[in-house]
């Protein structure tokens, strides 16, 4: 349905963004469609961790449960969420870039499920 990537560069090292990416709760900071978000299950930055996301989609707010099921620290983390009318999976990829600096590329795939595809 909808695929969504962006790179940005930080200048911080790899370790550093990993660490501040793979805890969702961070996704307030930066995400403008996102108006709320709780870590709901596990440990942040590690597999199976849940988060509940209320997130702005098309003029309306959804719940996504979201939960991590990739870490590779420093390089990247995958996020997946699901509901009956959408599928969510974003992954962030961290490279160096000098000493003290990194290039973040996040990718996000939605598709909608069901009725609404």
Known sequence: MAR????????????????????LRSVEEWDPSVDEVEL????????????????????????????????????????EAETDSVSVRDEARIEPKGPTASSVTWDADLRLRGIRR
């Open 40 to 79: 709901v299950g596990g440990e942040p930055r590690t597999e199976g961790a849940r988060y509940d996301l209320e997130v702005r989609f098309r003029g309306r707010s959804i719940n996504l449960p979201y939960r991590v099921v990739e870490v590779d620290p420093p390089h990247r983390v995958v996020f």
């Open 4 to 23: 969504y990537t962006g790179t940005v560069e930080a200048p911080h090292r790899p370790e550093e963004v990993w660490h501040y990416l793979a805890d």
